[in-house]
Structure formats: structure tokens, C-alpha cells
């Protein structure tokens, strides 16, 4: 290993963005997986991460898929995209274990942000639902453009594959959040999701949620404002998983800076 590159362990390793993270880390020359966990009951678990060729290809030690953290743990930091549950049960050993911790796991519920606030005392954490520049490219635009937003009817559209279980998704419950904050109100109070309330009316001041999962979109964000004479439409769309695995590596090598805190990407970026 460089004595240049970081190291890094990955949870959720074998899932979609955990193997996303794996194969960019292999081109970057600035980090290195040292270890990767998965849940014990996952059916590759001993297996190498990588193939034969991509060891000698890329020079890369063997690293297996591990159930269980080592006690004598050695790592810059961890980036985590699994479940809430295990996510938290993780992140507790990385408090004990002094490990920076980056997690894009999406359907925490309030109780568990809670419990990564708490650990964030002792370690630094960051915690977001997209570690894409282009979605906080749209966070910061919403922010600055407030008073304008909130004079028209706001919808957020979210779209990703037929496989995707959590609804609405993270990155649209970061937007509706981040409209909501700005407006100084709670998302819970103004959403209205459609196709689950029984009303299509739209009050005023509402914030419509619309759901679409088909295909293998990787994830598409469009907020829809609607005024007086005109309308303004911001979308993203995320053309590879890659895309957010970067951002989670990198901005894991700048959660290294911190001693402690409860991080977004806004605060690193």
C-alpha cells in the first residue's frame, strides 16, 4: 500500500453503491479498501472483491467480504451504504474505535439520526441522503432562491428502478427538507404524497411528493415550480452510481480534518 493513499473499509459492500464505491476507489490514487463487511447471511461472503485480473491489473491486495469489524480495526475511515440498522450498529463501533464515518444510507427515521448525532460527539460523521454535487448544486440553489419558491406550487418528482425499497427516497426527502427548512416549517406538516392522501386538491403552501419506480433509473430529482404566467423546472439526473460513490470517498477524505461533528455535504463542500 502507498503510504500516500488512505484506507478505507466499506459496509454494504457487495450492494449497488457499495460496489460502486469499490470500483472507483480502484482508479483513484488516493485511497485504498482495506477491509469490506456484509450482512452474515449474505450467500458471497469470503469472497474476494476482486477479480484475479483487477489484482494484478491494479495492483491490489486480496480483500475478502467479512461479516464481522475487527476489533483491532486499522482504517482512515468507513463509508457505509447499507441499512439504518446496521449503519447504526456500525457507526457505534466506529465511535468506540475512533473512526471517521461516512454514511449514504437512505430510510434512517428520526429516532436513528438522533443516535448518529449522539455518536457524532466523538467522531466525525457525515450523513446524507446524495453525496452528488449536481443534487447540492440544487440544494444551495433552493436555499438562495427561497422567497421566489415560496410564492409558487411546489412538486418534487422522484424516479429510480423497480428495485429501489424506500419511498420516497432519501435525496427527495433531503430537497423537501430543505425546502421546508427554509421556509422555517417541517416537511411533515406541508407534504402531501401523492397517490397515498385521498385528496388531490391542492392546499395552499403544500409541498406535492410523487413517487415512480420502474426500469434501472439510477435516480432522477425534478422539482417543479409553478407560478404566475411561468414555470421552472430543476432536475437531476444521476447517469451512474459513480457519481455519488466519489463524492462519498472524497468527501470522506475531508471529513479526516475533523475532530468531531454531525456533517452534510453542504458543510464540506
Not at 455519488?244 to 475533523?258: E, Q, R
Request: hydrophobic share 35%; proline share 2%.
Amino acid at each position: 500500500m502507498s503510504k500516500n493513499k488512505k484506507t478505507l473499509l466499506v459496509n454494504g459492500a457487495l450492494g449497488k453503491m457499495g460496489q460502486a464505491v469499490i470500483g472507483v476507489c480502484k482508479n483513484r490514487n488516493d485511497v485504498e479498501i482495506k477491509h469490506v463487511l456484509e450482512m452474515p447471511i449474505h450467500k458471497h461472503k469470503g469472497d474476494s472483491i476482486y477479480s484475479e485480473r483487477d489484482r494484478k491489473k491494479f495492483k491490489l491486495e486480496d480483500i475478502r467480504v467479512d461479516t464481522e469489524i475487527s476489533k483491532s480495526l486499522d482504517v482512515d475511515f468507513i463509508i457505509d451504504f447499507s441499512t439504518p440498522q446496521s449503519a447504526i450498529a456500525l457507526a457505534k463501533k466506529a465511535e468506540v474505535l475512533r473512526v471517521p464515518f461516512v454514511t449514504g444510507t437512505t430510510g434512517f427515521n428520526s429516532k436513528q439520526i438522533n443516535e448518529l448525532k449522539k455518536i457524532s460527539k466523538k467522531i466525525p460523521i457525515l450523513q446524507s441522503y446524495n453525496m452528488s454535487l449536481g443534487i447540492n448544486l440544487l440544494v444551495k440553489i433552493i436555499k438562495d432562491n427561497i422567497d421566489y419558491f415560496s410564492s409558487t406550487d411546489l412538486e418534487i418528482t422522484e424516479t429510480h428502478h423497480k428495485d429501489k425499497v424506500d419511498s420516497p427516497s432519501g435525496t427527495a426527502l433531503l430537497l423537501a427538507d430543505t425546502i421546508s427548512s427554509s421556509l422555517g416549517k417541517k416537511t411533515d406538516k406541508i407534504a402531501n404524497y401523492r397517490g397515498k392522501s385521498s385528496s388531490l386538491k391542492r392546499k395552499k403552501g403544500e409541498l406535492g411528493m410523487t413517487v415512480i419506480r420502474g426500469g434501472d433509473v439510477v435516480g432522477e430529482h425534478k422539482i417543479s415550480s409553478f407560478g404566475e404566467m411561468e414555470n421552472v423546472y430543476l432536475t437531476h439526473q444521476a447517469l451512474g452510481r459513480e457519481v455519488f460513490a466519489n463524492g462519498a470517498v472524497s468527501l470522506g477524505l475531508k471529513l479526516l480534518k475533523k475532530k468531531k461533528g454531525f456533517f452534510s455535504v453542504q458543510d464540506l463542500i
